[in-house]
């Protein structure tokens, strides 16, 4: 039995990105505010990409190497990359200033760390090497930014996008602690 995806990882990593971006670019011509709107829905397909490699690292960790983490990290990096396009670049006029000053020193130091980290992060897993550590604080403070960003948005359809992700997270724990054990139980009584 052939157990080979019927579409690559790689194909469904730019689908998502790809639909993601192009939704984002020209669903917002429709927003009062298209730079504004551009900047909050590109933020959706780095969630998508992100929340997937995060489910994979909290599934899989630390054997990542064997996985497709790398491929889902990267690529939510680059949607990372397309959301501070919009917000830093054409919202703030790459003003570090204008951002801090707009977001509180809390939020865009959240987002400047991340973005650090996640550069090297995502670097070090292009190479396949480097400290697992890096990858789980920078997943770690990935996770929290994506929830309180979501979650706090208690009257509004982001709400909704944070659960779903939270779900997806719950899913990824469970298979790690519970699937995986029975697994690797039944095989060891095979033995």
């Known amino acids: 039995m052939n157990?080979?995806?019927?579409?690559?990882q790689p194909v469904i990593i730019l689908f998502i990105f790809a639909l993601g971006t192009a939704a984002a670019v020209f669903g917002?011509?429709?927003s009062d505010n298209v730079d504004f709107a551009r900047a909050r829905l590109t933020v959706w397909t780095c969630l998508a990409l992100?929340?997937?490699?995060?489910?994979?690292?909290?599934?899989?960790?630390?054997?990542?190497?064997?996985?497709?983490w790398a491929r889902w990290w990267i690529a939510g990096l680059i949607a990372y990359l397309v959301h501070l396009w919009f917000g830093f670049g054409v919202i703030f006029e790459?003003?570090?200033g204008a951002?801090?000053?707009?977001?509180?020193?809390?939020?865009?130091g959240a987002n400047f760390a991340l973005l650090a980290l996640w550069l090297v992060s995502a670097v070090i897993a292009a190479v396949k090497r480097g400290p697992l550590w890096l990858h789980l604080a920078t997943t770690a403070l990935f996770a929290a930014a994506?929830?309180?960003?979501?979650?706090?948005?208690?009257?509004?359809?982001?709400?909704?996008?944070?659960?779903?992700?939270?779900?997806?997270?719950?899913?990824?724990?469970?298979?790690?602690?519970?699937?995986?054990?029975?697994?690797?139980?039944?095989?060891?009584?095979e033995a």
């Open 3 to 8: 157990s080979r995806p019927v579409i690559a």
């Open 28 to 30: 917002a011509i429709a």
């Open 50 to 68: 992100g929340a997937w490699a995060t489910a994979i690292v909290i599934a899989r960790a630390p054997h990542l190497q064997d996985t497709s």
């Open 94 to 96: 790459w003003s570090l």
């Open 99 to 108: 951002v801090f000053q707009s977001q509180t020193a809390l939020v865009a």
């Open 146 to 189: 994506a929830l309180i960003s979501t979650l706090s948005l208690w009257d509004t359809p982001a709400f909704y996008g944070g659960l779903l992700i939270a779900a997806l997270w719950l899913a990824a724990l469970y298979y790690r602690f519970v699937l995986a054990r029975r697994s690797a139980q039944e095989k060891h009584q």
